[in-house]
């Protein structure tokens, strides 16, 4: 299969909580991005991270990237309802098309 | 900036007949679009890279007789499923390298039910 795997495959937390998803891929990459998506829209990018970086920080989101286990994950802080989404990881892999993952459907309970 | 506009938004056709979908950039020059496809509660399977005047690039599997690309301009292509089938309902969304900070900006998406 030409997709990664992301885990878990759905969470659901109150609100206030973080969430952790996690990505895992199969190739060396040259970066790996974080997109959300709500339900039936377009994808809406988050976070890019590249292949020599461990960690970055965005507002709430904190990605990480650990090339040598291939696995990468993004943490939501101090969760909202509105974050309620399903989360993809897509890794580019030199060849300038993205291979997005599982994705993780993260219900966050008011 | 780096706007990708997608049309239509929803279509519904009838078997046997052929939708177009249009994914424009709207502030950018693209040579390069991306066509994905995505089931219900599914992720993102890459179907073609589409090369502005060229042939489009096909992933494994999938039918370049059913789903033809275009990219005739530096701003506009177009999937044309042909011969819809009820089995081709899903959502298609695009995406274009737009040389940025991001490098790709993604459409909003085309939900596309036959009946």
């Known amino acids: 299969s030409q997709q990664g795997e992301e885990d878990p495959q759905a969470l659901s937390i109150q609100e206030g909580e973080n969430a952790t998803m996690n990505c895992s891929y199969k190739?060396?990459?040259?970066?790996l991005q974080w997109y959300r998506q709500n339900s039936g829209r377009g994808l809406v990018h988050l976070i890019l991270?590249?292949?020599?970086?461990r960690e970055k920080h965005s507002g709430r989101l904190r990605v990480t990237l650990d090339t040598s286990k291939k696995s990468s994950s993004l943490l939501i802080t101090a969760s909202r309802a509105a974050d309620t989404a399903s989360y993809f990881c897509?890794?580019?892999?030199?060849?300038?098309?993205?291979?997005f993952g599982t994705g993780t459907r993260l219900k966050v309970l008011a | 900036g780096a706007v990708v506009s997608q049309h239509p938004s929803r279509v519904i056709c009838k078997s046997g007949t052929s939708v177009k979908i249009e994914c424009r950039s709207l502030?950018?020059?693209?040579?390069?679009m991306f066509w994905y496809r995505q089931f219900p509660k599914k992720s993102l399977m890459l179907m073609a890279t589409?090369?502005?005047?060229?042939?489009?690039?096909?992933e494994q599997g999938v039918e370049k007789d059913k789903f033809l690309i275009n990219h005739a301009s530096l701003t506009l292509s177009t999937l044309t499923v042909t011969s819809a089938h009820p089995e081709d309902s899903s959502f298609y969304i695009c995406?274009?390298?737009?040389?940025?900070?991001?490098?790709?900006?993604f459409g909003s998406g085309t939900r596309l039910t036959v009946v």
């Open positions: 995406s274009a390298r737009n040389g940025g900070r991001y490098g790709y900006t």
């Open positions: 190739t060396s990459i040259n970066n």
């Open positions: 991270i590249r292949s020599n970086e």
């Open positions: 897509a890794t580019d892999e030199g060849t300038y098309k993205y291979i």
């Open positions: 502030d950018f020059q693209a040579t390069t």
């Open positions: 589409s090369n502005e005047g060229s042939k489009a690039t096909y």
